[in-house]
C-alpha cells in the first residue's frame, strides 16, 4: 500500500445515494483470478446509458468520486474497491459508507472522507459547473478543499488508520512492524507450545 498524505485531483459528481457493491462492480467480475483489470467493471452496468456520468468526457482523469449517502452498501467483496482504484479514484467523499466497504478501502488504500449530505450536495453543484474544480484532501489535516468555491470542510478519522495511510501500512506491514516482539514473544514461550 502507498502511503498517503494529500490527493489532489477533480472529482466526479456521482448523484447517486445506496450504491452497492453489484453496482460498483458486477458480480461476473468476482470469477477473476487475477486482482487487475477491475476497472473495466467499474459501473459496467451503468455505463450502458451514454449520459452516466463516468461516460461524460469532461471528467475524464478525475481522481475523488464524489456520491450519495451509503455508499458500498451489500456484500463485502474488497473487488469493489479494487475496481474503483484501478478505475483512477484515490478516494471516495460521501455523506455515510457502508462498514465493509469503508473497512476494505482503509485496507487497501482507498481514502473514504464522510462529510455532510449538504456538503456533498454543495460539491456537486461546483462540480457540474466547473468539472475542472480541483479536490484537496489533506490527510494529515484532515480537510477537505475547494479552493476555487471557497470550499473548506474537516472531516473525521480514527488516529489508527490515519496512521496507515499516512504510512502507507497494510495489515501485513502493520504486522511485520512488531516482528522484534512476537519472535521476543515466540523465543519466550514454553517448549511444549512450540510448533513440532
Partial sequence: MKAVTIISGRGVPLKRSDV?????????WLKRVERTGFEKGLFSTWRDDRSFILNDERYAGA????????FGVGSSREH???AIQQGGFDAVIAPSFSDIFRNNCTKNGLVPVVLSEPTVNRI???????????????????T???PSAGITESFEMDAST?????????????????ADFISTFEATRPAWLAAK
Fill in 124 to 142: 456537486w453543484e461546483v462540480l457540474e459547473a466547473d468539472p475542472s474544480a480541483e479536490i484537496t484532501i489533506d490527510i494529515q489535516r484532515l
Fill in 80 to 82: 469493489a474497491v479494487w
Fill in 144 to 146: 477537505v478543499e475547494i
Fill in 162 to 178: 490515519q496512521d496507515r495511510f499516512m504510512k502507507g501500512l497494510d495489515d501485513i506491514a502493520i504486522t511485520l512492524s512488531n
Fill in 63 to 70: 481522481s475523488v468520486l464524489v456520491a450519495g449517502p451509503s
Fill in 20 to 28: 452497492d457493491t453489484d453496482q460498483i462492480i458486477p458480480a461476473e
